[in-house]
């Protein structure tokens, strides 16, 4: 295992994908466009973060090169149309880390990680405005992340200016407000209104999450794979006693699931 990754490993890299995409290169590869590439990269994050959770160093190794290698697939397009090119995003990106943190390269102090972060998201706002119909606070939030990530990342910088709840269980009570407001739509019959405070619930849902410093992402992610689980527990345990799962009832399969609880 090398200790670190030479320049001349990136520029072997960034040379195979020229490669690709040249004459007598690979086909699906010369056809790729930067749309293309940005559904592969948001799927390639979202496997970091699979083999993050399965605390599998090969398995994070392999795929933070795929997602490597989606992120120099973008520099090559760049670079195909003269836009850009490798060295200049090291440099901004270098250039923005450094402005980013006065109190380690510039003579700013801070007392915790708590106000780093508090001047993280005023030099954003005040020195890296960028053009858009949104609040310049919220600049830079993508609109490409999962809905739970963008609204936990909308309401944690609307916080960094005061906007937020004072305690625990005032979010609770907001909670609570707005399933009382979801009931009496779907009473109503009103799927508009339905949705709307289908949405208005998970956001301050959200929003405790980020109050009690859970990521909500994270959470449902991980309760996704606890279903997961515990119903290939009741797959398994049917297929013993030589039932198929569609002749189950749902007594049985209720059962079944408190015992995969119980198990863990």
């Known amino acids: 295992m090398k200790e670190q990754a030479p320049a001349a490993d990136t520029a072997a890299l960034l040379e195979l994908i020229r490669t690709l995409r040249g004459p007598g290169g ?119 992340l999962p809905a739970l990530a963008r609204a936990q990342a909308v309401t944690e910088r609307a916080a960094t200016v005061g ?28 799927p508009e209104g339905s949705e709307e405070e289908i949405g208005d619930l998970l956001f301050s849902i959200v929003n405790l999450s980020r109050f009690v410093d859970v990521q909500a992402e994270e959470a449902l992610r991980g309760t996704t794979e606890k279903f997961l689980k515990r119903f290939r527990y009741i797959e398994e345990i049917l297929k013993e006693r030589g039932v198929a799962i569609e002749d189950a009832s749902l007594a049985d399969m209720d059962r079944i699931w408190d015992e995969a609880k119980r198990a863990g």
Not at 113 to 136: D, L, M, Y
Not at 164 to 190: C, F, G, P, R
């Open 163 to 190: 906007f937020d709840w004072e305690k625990t269980d005032q979010v609770i009570a907001k909670i609570s407000e707005e399933l009382h407001e979801l009931a009496e739509a779907l009473e109503n019959k009103d």
């Open 26 to 144: 690979c086909p699906w590869d010369r056809v790729q466009t930067e749309k293309d590439l940005g559904r592969y990269l948001l799927s390639e994050a979202y496997e970091v973060l699979d083999a993050i959770g399965s605390g599998s160093p090969a398995e994070l190794r392999e795929e933070l090169g795929d997602l490597l290698f989606q992120i120099l697939f973008l520099v090559v397009l760049a670079e195909e149309r003269g836009n850009f090119y490798l060295a200049d995003v090291i440099q901004e990106i270098r250039e923005k880390m450094i402005r980013r943190h006065p109190h380690v390269f510039g003579g700013a102090k801070v007392r915790d990680a708590g106000e780093v972060k508090a001047n993280w998201e005023r030099i954003k706002a005040t020195q890296e405005h960028k053009i858009s119909w949104e609040s310049p606070l919220f600049s830079g939030i993508s609109r490409s």
